[in-house]
């Protein structure tokens, strides 16, 4: 049986660059620049500023420089109010905890480098925090403080412009500070 079928291809779109990127509507003929997609959720019916612990599970991409996985900050202030998770190495992720006053904790983990997938998680309180990544714990720090303000949750950026080029498939917030063999179990 022969079958007539038409097939339409409605806003094509070619770029250039290693990742693809969403839809761009522009008028005929025209071009048209995009900044970074990021996703943001607010924070504050669920955010608990005492204590938490934050998850990923994501693939790096390539991009080895230092780049965002999630971040915990303030949008009045997101370089000194945050708390992060960072790619920043081929082969490091990095938990740090910043206020206004200095960096309260910051350590970083051996990862599987390039296109590999990672899991990691950061336990966080007054005076406790830890760091896990693909089932090893980092050493416990038993000082430091919290940020405030902390009124958003961002994904896939650190700063202003260290996009996250890999897939962040799952997130997970608890508003606890888990135990130290909770989150090594998250990350395994």
């Keep these: 049986v022969s079958c007539d079928i038409t097939i339409r291809i409605g806003a094509p779109q070619f770029e250039i660059g290693s990742v693809a990127t969403s839809y761009i509507p522009t008028p ?54 945050r708390i992060t998770l960072i790619r920043i190495a081929t082969t490091s992720l990095e938990s ?41 714990l980092s050493s416990l720090d038993s000082s430091g403080t919290l940020p405030s303000g902390v009124d958003r949750l961002r994904l896939g950026v650190w700063g202003g412009s260290a996009f996250y080029d890999g897939w962040i498939q799952k997130l997970k917030y608890y508003p606890v500070r888990t135990s130290d063999t909770q989150l090594q179990l998250l990350t395994q």
């Excluded at 955010?47 to 998850?55: D, H, K, Q, R, V």
């Excluded at 994501?58 to 109010?81: Q, Y």
């Excluded at 740090?96 to 966080?124: E, I």
């Design 96 to 136: 740090l905890v910043r206020n206004t006053a200095a960096t309260q904790f910051q350590t970083s983990m051996v990862s599987g480098g390039d296109n590999t997938l990672n899991k990691t998680g950061l336990g966080y309180k007054l005076n406790n925090f830890r760091q896990a990544t693909n089932n090893a």
């Design 28 to 81: 005929l003929n025209s071009t048209a620049s995009r900044q970074a997609d990021v996703f943001t959720i607010p924070t504050a019916s669920w955010f608990n500023a005492s204590e938490g612990t934050l998850t990923t599970q994501a693939l790096n991409g390539t991009n080895a420089a230092t780049v965002g996985i999630a971040s915990l900050d303030s949008s009045a202030n997101s370089t000194s109010e």
